[in-house]
């Protein structure tokens, strides 16, 4: 199927980020605690150049990216969890993260680049069928802590004395 594009339609641009991290899953045997203080040691074996991020990614990342020295190449915004997200963008090109917990354990982030691209426009239709999805999940959960309230008996009762 061939699809034209529309005449002065400007194409929608985000700033997607190429990062790659390494991933301590927390476990009853490494406490999270004992993650945040590996990666620590590893963030200083990497900037005072006795490692290479790539090489300690693979030994120690728990995350399918290891392999690939923990890249997770080119992303759009909102790819991640919040967390992670909001660390990924305070940092600068070739800046390294202190370690961050999130649901999934605790990482280090490094970006490696930025860029201005395009969007797709299948990845503009899953945005707007996500925001879709959102505004229906928020309208049907206030119905429901509406009907909730509504159906709810409360008795203010004196203490006994």
Do not use: C
């Not at 061939?2 to 997607?16: H, L, R, Y």
């Not at 239709?125 to 119905?143: G, I």
């Amino acid at each position: 199927m061939i699809e034209k594009k529309q005449a002065g339609m400007p194409d929608v641009m985000v700033t997607q980020t190429h990062a790659r991290h390494i991933l301590l899953r927390i476990t009853p045997a490494l406490t999270e605690d004992a993650a945040v203080a590996k990666l620590a040691d590893l963030k200083n074996r990497v900037l005072s150049e006795h490692a290479d991020f790539a090489v300690l990614a693979r030994e120690n990342s728990e995350d399918g990216s290891a392999k690939q020295g923990g890249d997770l190449g080119w992303v759009n915004p909102g790819a991640f969890v919040p967390e992670f997200e909001k660390t990924m963008n305070t940092l600068g090109v070739n800046q390294i993260s202190d370690p961050l917990v999130s649901r999934f354990g605790v990482h280090l982030l490094q970006v490696l680049g930025r860029r201005n691209a395009p969007v797709s426009e299948s990845d503009q239709r899953d945005m707007v069928r996500e925001m879709l999805l959102e505004k229906k999940h928020a309208e049907a959960y206030a119905l429901w802590a509406q009907d909730i309230r509504g159906r709810a008996y409360v008795e203010y009762r004196e203490a006994p004395q």
